[in-house]
């Protein structure tokens, strides 16, 4: 019952937060850049203006382009509560593993995708085809870094996992920092951040998943950024599950909830800001060096699993 | 009430039926009667065979003895867990094909109707044949039947060149492959004279000639699966075929190989060495590697597809090796998952890709186009197929909660297990060898995006695109039926383990379906629980209840209030149906990736020509490096042989002559 209830309350928090976690990245950003900024919740007044508007679709549009935005806000939804943030007994996670998790992050890339190349416009399948270039090097790279996490604790579930990595020494594991760099690499890559794509762009020739959503508007845009807000969210709450686990609540231990809830803010706050540091200091790459960067990713995460069964750590 | 043969009986009896459906179909000579009767009528042998094998799973293993055939070499036949299983895959997935194909062959010709009836009945009767024989005699007979009757059904539109090239290379692989597998029986029985396979299993071969048995046999069955660098035959014969046999093809007859692989290296040679594992993995991934890339590239949908099943079957040759691996070295609990997960995507590889092939025919005859860089917008006048397609499309992507996902998912599991391998330098090779196959699995959701994408999103390319008629009953029926297959194998993975369980326990002595059950059906723990765990069920119903549940909100607080416009496309007015991206133009990242291997040739125009001509092409590298030589040497040889033959008949006397002088001196 308490599980449940913690389900439903992780659920609602994912939801609810992830706006705010991007505006304060942004406002982090602009803070960078000497710029004053709109304030963290920006995203939520971008959200309510696009629920007010009138929807517009285009004439040939097709039911999957309709059902899109719903299969992807749901998945996301889905991905972010299964990540353990603040307590690890979650009813829901025997259901999904990590391998599981990757596979709905692909089951979303291959909706967006395909509602990207619906209306048979030059953009939308410009932006498909980046987003699959991206993506077919991206998730390798996410399932070898998990795989390395997976050797080290032998399971494939996530609350297992973190349950194994949050009773280690603190001390640097070479494995899980290598890992580690390759997964900031593909969480860069995966929601669309500097230096892969620019989320606040709308040149032509550089967008990659601005592209694909073009054609959208009003609820069904106001969807599609929610549902990116919540995957930038469940990327960063994922990373923190693996590198740092520590000052999550185990099961039963209810004494330590609020003190889980204080950490994984502070955690949120700093890895925000991160974020926003590293998109400022870095510089959008050519589309032709996004295989060189996801595929250092992905070799990296190899390594990270090789020095795991070298060094036995 | 059962009698301990029924199984085997009833297997015959549908074996029986459907060559006298072939015969019935060359007599009536009539497109209505054949399409609308015998067909059906083979889809319900098809259905009652995969029922009594689903039921003999497990059960006792079941001889025959056949006075047919040669005086003294009677055909024997035996039934046992594996056979049952894959004439289960047989009867399962051509129920769905044998029922698209009354209305695919609707239309055609009465005469070659008739003769295609034929070759496709006793194409099925002959797989069916190969999985129930039990010595190599009648093995070689119906594998041999089963080559021919394939030829000809490849050769359906035998007026095209083209068509009669890649028949000619398809039988030609075949054989070299057939000859192949005759020799590896012959090593096998060891001397004895005796052909049957029960022989066979108690011969026990030295090191040396059970790995040069091997080693033929994966030679021979690769050559009919498609392993590198046999398949060259595939992307040539698929897209010659009509598309009900390519389903057939692909979806039953790659798996026959995979029968023979598993039958001769599990059952008939006893233990395996760990290194035939170790090069069964390494041949599986470069197949895997290698075909997913090339379908990318693909501009011709049945081509794509062809490339596709060279993947899978890599994807299946690695389960094979790892399963090999670990019985090897004594870890039959592992050994039992890897083989799981190979039966289970030889399974779910039949669905899914009989489903798509049958999908292009659907197209094709409502287009009367393979280029998918002209078709387009389908979804709109084709909206059943799309549906269907969808569903094999991101089934064969490996998405959840579709089969594709379960297997591959089982097969990763398997891996993540190897660090427990005794042998130092293997387990640190396994990882990475997980790492390629993952990379495979991710660039087939690439595959599979641009195969639906440009098919059937966007808009129309052609005229005739948008005027497309949709599908009928009976092309949705058997699709349908392929399509609730991918369905249910991906939702309810604890019932195929458990009767996929007969398996590995007939070939591996353990099983995983307690194991995966013990938290019950709904939860796939194929190890422990806190180790793995996996629920394709309650991940569907939960991203259900979340957009039944955002849809609602959404209604309640929203105005609702939508309008139709044209596209906008960043304020671009003059957009046009080729600004879409083609196929080429969405396998271009790829190509440009990975050109050192794909070996690209371009013409480019310069911007002076009068005429200006593209032409891009992705050359098999294996033609140049492989077969090109081989068959300039054969040329050379013939030609020096050819000397020998001045048509005179005093000549052709003197050979005879010089011969016997030569053989008196020899032989006195």
């Known amino acids: 019952m308490n599980g449940i209830l913690l389900q439903l309350f992780q659920d609602t928090l994912v939801v609810l937060v992830a706006p705010i976690l991007l505006g304060w990245v942004n406002q982090c950003r602009a803070w960078l850049q000497n710029r004053s900024g709109a304030g963290v919740l920006q995203p939520y007044r971008v959200l309510i203006k696009l629920f007010h508007k009138d929807a517009v679709l285009a004439n040939n549009a097709s039911p999957l382009f309709r059902s899109t935005p719903y299969i992807l806000f749901s998945s996301m939804w889905l991905a972010a509560a299964l990540v353990p943030v603040i307590a690890t007994d979650l009813p829901l996670s025997p259901a999904v593993d990590v391998i599981a998790l990757v596979g709905i992050f692909a089951v979303a890339r291959a909706f967006i995708s395909l509602a990207a190349m619906d209306i048979g416009t030059s953009f939308g399948s410009l932006g498909a085809r980046r987003e699959m270039l991206v993506g077919f090097l991206a998730e390798p790279a996410l399932l070898m870094v998990f795989f390395t996490a997976s050797v080290i604790s032998h399971s494939t579930s996530l609350v297992t996992i973190v349950e194994t990595l949050a009773h280690k020494q603190f001390m640097l594991y070479p494995s899980l920092a290598f890992a580690a760099v390759a997964f900031v690499m593909v969480l860069l890559a995966e929601n669309a951040r500097v230096p892969v794509d620019n989320p606040s762009t709308h040149l032509e020739l550089t967008m990659i998943h601005e592209a694909m959503i073009l054609e959208y508007s009003a609820r069904h845009l106001a969807l599609i950024e929610w549902a990116g807000a919540i995957k930038l969210l469940a990327y960063i709450t994922i990373g923190i599950a693996l590198f740092v686990p520590w000052g999550i609540a185990e099961a039963g231990d209810w004494g330590a909830l609020p003190l889980a809830l204080v950490a994984l803010f502070l955690k949120l706050m700093a890895a925000g800001a991160g974020l926003a540091l590293l998109e400022t200091l870095s510089a959008k790459l050519r589309i032709f060096r996004v295989p060189e960067f996801l595929g250092t990713a992905f070799l990296l995460a190899v390594l990270a699993m090789l020095v795991h069964y070298l060094l036995g750590v | ?668």
């Open chain 2, 1 to 668: 009430m059962t009698t301990p043969n029924l199984p085997i009986d009833i297997a015959l009896g549908v074996i029986i039926y459907w060559l006298l459906l072939a015969v019935a179909g060359l007599l009536l000579q009539n497109s209505r009667a054949i399409s609308q009767w015998i067909f059906p009528a083979g889809a319900a042998g098809a259905l009652v065979l995969a029922v009594s094998a689903l039921s003999s799973l497990g059960g006792a293993i079941n001889v025959a003895v056949l006075p047919l055939g040669l005086p003294d070499l009677p055909f024997h036949l035996r039934l046992d867990s594996l056979s049952a299983f894959f004439l289960l895959l047989l009867g399962a997935a051509s129920i769905g094909i044998s029922l698209y194909s009354a209305g695919y062959f609707r239309h055609m010709e009465g005469g070659s109707l008739g003769l295609l009836c034929f070759e496709y009945h006793i194409f099925l009767a002959a797989m069916a044949l190969v999985f129930l024989a039990d010595d190599a005699y009648l093995f070689m007979v119906a594998w041999e039947s089963m080559a021919l009757s394939s030829y000809f059904l490849v050769t359906t539109d035998h007026n095209i060149p083209e068509t009669r090239r890649a028949g000619f290379l398809y039988l030609l692989i075949a054989h070299v492959g057939a000859v192949a597998i005759l020799m590896s029986f012959g090593v096998m029985q060891g001397g004895h004279g005796d052909y049957t396979f029960s022989t066979m299993r108690n011969a026990h071969l030295t090191e040396f000639w059970a790995s040069v048995t091997f080693l033929l046999a994966l030679f021979g069955f690769g050559a009919k699966a498609g392993i590198l660098p046999l398949h060259v035959w595939l992307p040539e014969a698929h897209p010659a075929a009509p598309s009900p046999v390519s389903a057939m093809m692909s979806g039953i007859m790659l798996k026959t190989a995979i029968y023979g692989i598993l039958r001769v290296s599990f059952d008939l040679l006893g233990m395996p060495l760990w290194w035939w594992g170790v090069l069964a993995l390494s041949l599986g991934l470069a197949t895997a590697l290698y075909g997913v890339l090339f379908a990318a590239v693909q501009t011709d949908m049945k081509r794509l597809l062809a490339y596709s099943s060279i993947e899978n079957i890599g994807i299946i040759l690695v389960g094979i090796g790892l399963g090999l691996v670990f019985h090897a070295l004594n870890k039959d609990a592992l050994a039992a998952l890897a083989l799981t997960a190979t039966l289970y995507h030889a399974l779910n590889h039949s669905f899914m890709k009989g489903l798509l092939f049958l999908g292009t025919g659907s197209v094709l005859h409502a287009t009367g186009e393979r280029d998918m860089g002209k078709l387009g917008g389908l979804i709109h006048s084709m909206p059943k197929l799309a549906l269907l397609v969808l569903v094999g499309a991101l089934a064969l992507a490996g998405l959840p909660p579709l089969n594709g996902f379960m297997s591959e998912w089982l097969l990763l599991q398997a891996f993540l297990l190897s660090p427990d391998l005794p042998l130092p330098y293997l387990n640190m090779l396994v990882p990475i060898a997980a790492a390629a196959l993952v990379l495979a699995a991710a660039l087939a959701g690439y595959v599979m995006v641009k195969f639906y994408g440009v098919i059937f999103l966007g808009q129309p390319r052609m005229e005739k695109t948008a005027k497309a008629h949709d599908i009928g009953a009976w092309e949705l029926l058997g699709m349908g039926w392929l399509a609730l297959g991918c369905l249910l194998l991906g939702l309810f993975p604890v019932f195929v383990i458990f009767n996929l369980d007969h398996v590995t326990l007939m070939l591996v002595g353990k099983t995983l379906g307690s194991t995966a059950a013990q938290t019950g059906w709904l939860l796939l723990t194929p190890i422990q629980p806190e180790r793995a765990s996996y629920s394709p069920l309650v991940l569907l119903v939960i991203i259900v209840i979340g957009v039944l549940f955002t849809l609602f909100v959404v209604k309640k607080f929203y105005h609702g209030r939508l309008r139709r416009g044209p596209a906008w496309d960043c304020g671009f007015p003059a957009q046009t149906a080729r600004m879409q991206d083609t196929a080429e133009g969405f396998g271009q990242p790829i190509r440009q990736i990975f050109e050192q291997v794909l070996g690209v040739i371009r013409e480019v125009p310069s911007p002076y020509d009068k005429k200006p001509h593209y032409h891009g092409e992705t050359r098999d590298l294996f033609w140049d490096l492989i077969y090109l030589p081989i068959a300039w040497v054969a040329e050379r040889i013939s030609a020096l042989i050819g000397k020998l033959q001045q048509g005179r008949i005093p000549i052709y006397l003197l050979y005879s002559f010089v011969t016997l002088i030569a053989l008196l001196a020899f032989v006195r």
